[in-house]
């Protein structure tokens, strides 16, 4: 089935730390997006690529970062310089032309 | 921020009833979408409506847009309890820079 796979769905991290969230796609869709999403919260814009081996930083970019090598892959690194880090991260793609966004089921991080 | 707002924050009726919720925005629009989110869950897409379109019907979902006001309106009829959801309003502009501004959402809760 095609589809968005997120992983893990809960990640747990001293702070500190780095952390690492998976975003696969087999949609074979060139655009990717990385939203944080705060309880009772709407969605807000980290980083998103269009085009493998190019991204761009939205609007809370600070304290993350990204790489996108593949067009299936597309991680999200959360740092130490992230100063509040607990939320819920999701990850979305995008077909070609002015279309929908299909989105993962998300990764629930907590700093412990 | 460019988020745009809606309302009202939490909705709460009677099976059977109709739900309307809002969304404004602030910029310029080449298209507004609906999206559904059941709890702790990913987003899913409703329904897309262009900028040159005023009304827009899907199964139960009637969307209105008024690009005047920048303003969209989302009604969902004959609701049931599997409706109970947050749901959330995605503009996207035509800066030629492709991303999704969300809005806050709207909690609806369908009492059976």
């Known amino acids: 089935d095609g589809g968005i796979t997120q992983s893990p769905k809960y990640l747990f991290r001293k702070e500190g730390q780095n952390v690492t969230l998976s975003c696969e796609q087999n949609l074979n869709h060139d655009a990717m997006y990385w939203y944080r999403q705060d309880p009772g919260q709407g969605l807000r814009l980290i980083y998103y690529s269009q085009i493998v081996n190019d991204f761009q930083k939205g609007d809370i970019a600070e304290g993350y970062s990204v790489s996108r090598e593949k067009k299936e892959s597309f991680p999200l690194t959360v740092t130490s310089a992230q100063k509040n880090p607990t939320a819920f991260y999701l990850c979305a793609s995008r077909n070609g032309g002015y279309t929908e966004a299909f989105f993962g089921q998300g990764t629930r991080l907590t700093v412990v | 921020s460019q988020q745009g707002e809606e309302d009202p924050q939490a909705l709460s009726i009677q099976e059977g009833e109709n739900a309307t919720m809002n969304c404004s925005y602030k910029?310029?629009?080449?298209?507004l979408q609906w999206y559904r989110q059941n709890s702790g869950r990913g987003l899913v897409h409703l329904i897309l409506?262009?900028?040159?379109?005023r009304e827009k019907h899907s199964g139960r979902l009637r969307v209105t847009l008024d690009t005047s006001k920048k303003s969209s309106s989302l009604l969902i009829t004959a609701s049931r309890a599997a409706d109970t959801a947050s749901y959330f309003c995605a503009t996207v502009t035509t800066s030629g820079t492709y991303k999704y501004i969300f809005g806050t959402g709207t909690r609806l809760k369908v009492l059976a």
């Open positions: 409506i262009r900028s040159n379109e």
């Open positions: 910029t310029s629009i080449n298209n």
